[in-house]
């Protein structure tokens, strides 16, 4: 008979909200904003680009991992 180790599912869930404000001048790029909301904690963070989205999902999730 095989056994397998056991296996803990973890989820991390989150929304994202963005928003862009055009310029007057319609020739300058937009202004964009960000929030994004870790489900589980309520936990909330702000940014500008989505490289910021980026490194923020990776480190709350890297968080969480070390937590368990």
Same mark, same amino acid.
């Given at each position: 008979?095989?056994t397998t180790?056991?296996? $803990?599912l973890h989820? &991390?869930?989150?929304?994202? =909200?963005? =928003?862009w +404000? &055009?310029?007057?001048?319609n020739?300058?790029?937009?202004?964009?904003?960000? +929030?994004?909301?870790h489900? $589980?904690s309520?936990? !909330?963070?702000?940014?500008q680009?989505? !490289? +910021?989205?980026?490194?923020?999902?990776?480190t709350r999730?890297?968080h969480v991992i070390? +937590?368990r």
């Open positions: 008979m095989t180790p056991h296996t $803990q989820i &991390a869930s989150f929304l994202v =909200r963005l =928003r +404000e &055009a310029k007057d001048d020739q300058s790029p937009p202004t964009f904003f960000g +929030e994004l909301e489900i $589980q309520g936990e !909330r963070w702000f940014f680009d989505l !490289r +910021e989205l980026s490194l923020l999902i990776q999730v890297q070390q +937590e």
